[in-house]
């Protein structure tokens, strides 16, 4: 039944988003325990502040891989443009709240760009475009990556969706989840606290 292809999509999904690369990396390169360093987060830019360009990029790419995917094996089990949609919003979610590393995971920005890129590519470049511009100016990685969702949001909603509201819902999901995964970062840029680009912890 197609109803058990997409609980299985969303299952593996899940467990691939669960699978850190951060932690990986650490691990087998004798870095830090993320889960103790910096911002305690076990995502990309975590990984750059604490363990220097090269294995924060891999971090990265490891990340955006595993939601891409995620969201191959949403259209294999279902066939359908939703399953992708499914997938790519579990891989982020298990990114998040990983099962295999005690539900303490990263803020899915990596995996979001993975699935932005699987799902609307041509909005996610131009999401991509200008979320460079404003980290290159701003040098604050999370005000690029809350405009990059909340733009990415707009623009498929605006030009791509066709009123379909799953869609929209699907979106709006993803950018609320990101915006409040970066509470804490909000905070301190309130207070002006925010770590900038290139700081190291």
Known sequence: MLVLRYI???VIAYLLGSISTGIIVSKLSGG?????????????TNA???MGKKRGA???LGDVFKAQFACLFGWLLT??????????????IGHNWPVFFGFKGGKGVSSTVGVMLCTFPVAAAICDVVTI????????????SMCMVTLFALIVSIFYAGGDWLI???????????????HANIGRLLQGK???????K
């Open 8 to 10: 299985l999509a969303a």
């Open 32 to 44: 830090p325990d993320l889960h103790t360093v910096g911002s305690k987060s076990t995502g990309a």
């Open 48 to 50: 750059l502040r604490t």
């Open 58 to 60: 891999i971090v990265f």
């Open 79 to 92: 066939g359908q443009f939703y399953g992708v949609m499914l997938a790519g919003l579990m891989a982020i």
């Open 133 to 144: 511009a404003i980290i290159a100016l701003t040098r604050y990685v999370s005000v690029g």
């Open 168 to 182: 929209i819902l699907w979106t709006v999901v993803i950018a609320v989840m990101c915006i409040a995964r970066h």
């Open 194 to 200: 925010e770590n900038k680009l290139g700081s190291r």
